[in-house]
């Protein structure tokens, strides 16, 4: 009976610590948590605007997922990037401002202006929801557009946190390499 309580306490005492959010960073507090942290962490950016209705949804509905939070947490820096800030970040040797730094919204609910950054993370393809992952070097590995459910996005967390892209590139890349022998062998060079 008293082993059974013992572990019954456990248990409960594991769920209260529970973590029930993500730590958001800024882009500015995961570049110092970097420098501090011995071994770095992937990047997870979430590239949203206050206006956009489906960023809303992730954040009430898939980024609260414990599976997700806990994940993320732990294997990620989580950064939430606003894509339409008025700021200046400095990044790689490169300076990004707002694609309009004298712009004004006259509607607080309205559309800004592009931020730099996202629009060079994003290539341009303007979309929200979108997410940038970056590798442990800031090497951007992956941007995903859209909602995603907490299953999509644990899909894409434990793929790329774990390294199964790396993998997969290598598969690819024999794959590949062997279908190009293939076929100079059968065109007789």
């Known amino acids: 009976m008293t082993k059974i309580t013992f572990l019954l306490l456990l248990l409960i005492g594991a769920n209260a610590f529970a973590q029930t959010e993500i730590n958001w960073m800024t882009w500015e507090e995961m570049v110092a948590q970097r420098e501090k942290d011995s071994v770095k962490k ?22 609260k997922d414990p599976t997700v939070v806990q994940y993320m947490n732990d294997k990620y820096y989580p950064v939430k990037f606003d894509a339409e800030r008025m700021d200046t970040i400095v990044f790689n040797g490169h300076t990004f401002t707002s694609s309009d730094p004298g ?77 190009m022998k293939q076929q100079k062998l059968n065109s007789g060079k």
């Open 103 to 179: 712009f004004v919204k006259t509607n607080p609910k309205g559309r800004g202006k592009t931020h730099y950054f996202a629009y060079s993370l994003l290539d341009g393809a303007m979309s929200y929801p979108s997410y940038a992952l970056l590798d442990e070097n800031l090497t951007r590995i992956a941007v995903y557009p859209g909602f995603k459910t907490p299953e999509e996005l644990i899909g894409i967390l434990v793929f790329f946190g774990a390294n199964q892209y790396q993998q997969y590139h290598n598969y690819l890349n024999k794959s590949w390499n062997e279908a």
């Open 42 to 63: 992937k990047v997870y950016i979430d590239l949203y605007t206050d206006w956009c209705g489906w960023c809303k949804k992730m954040d009430a509905s898939t980024f």
